[in-house]
């Protein structure tokens, strides 16, 4: 996983968190976080326009595999790597 990305992902979960980003951890949870679907799907649309992708959560798998920080970063760095790849 790219640190970069990581930082981003944190920084940006930590404006919709009562934490400070440096209590943010890549395996801290979003429900500890008291992140709800409506600001995941939001902090979900940043990344994607951050990022220039397009990330699939059209289905309850998807939203159920974003777990951690960790789980978003490395959903964003897939598409990433994958789009790099083809390149």
Aim: charged fraction near 30%.
């Amino acid at each position: 996983m790219n640190d970069k990305l990581l930082s981003d992902t944190i920084a940006l979960i930590a404006g919709y968190s009562e934490l400070d980003a440096s209590e943010i951890g890549p395996e801290t949870e979003l429900d500890e976080l008291g992140i709800h679907s409506l600001e995941l799907t939001e902090i979900i649309m940043e990344l994607e326009e951050k990022y220039d992708v397009d990330i699939d959560i059209n289905t309850v798998e998807a939203w159920s595999s974003l777990r951690t920080i960790k789980d978003v970063a490395d959903k964003v760095g897939g598409i990433v790597g994958a789009r790099t790849a083809s390149e």
